[in-house]
């Protein structure tokens, strides 16, 4: 469920777990009963909140950044760059 967590389809879980797709498929479905939900999405989300698998990658903060740092964006209208006249 990890992969699924992590935005695999079913080709992919299954290439990486070495099972046909149909196989991928119908344990989706179990979990999906189990866990009273319509979707992949649904499925993932309650998987996490749950805590039976980590949030995706994308989703965690990055250890490496400095606290408070904020990202550059995109640049702002006028090109002054956030400076004040």
Do not use: F, W
């Amino acid at each position: 469920m990890q992969e699924v967590a992590n935005g695999l389809n079913d080709r992919e879980i299954g290439e990486r777990l070495h099972i046909a797709t149909d196989t991928v498929k119908y344990h989706l479905k179990q979990v999906y009963l189990k866990l009273s939900v319509h979707s992949r999405t649904r499925a993932a989300i309650s998987l996490v909140l749950l805590g039976l698998v980590a949030p995706p990658r994308p989703l965690l903060p990055d250890p490496a950044a400095p606290r408070g740092c904020r990202s550059a964006g995109p640049p702002r209208p006028g090109g002054s760059a956030g400076r004040h006249a």
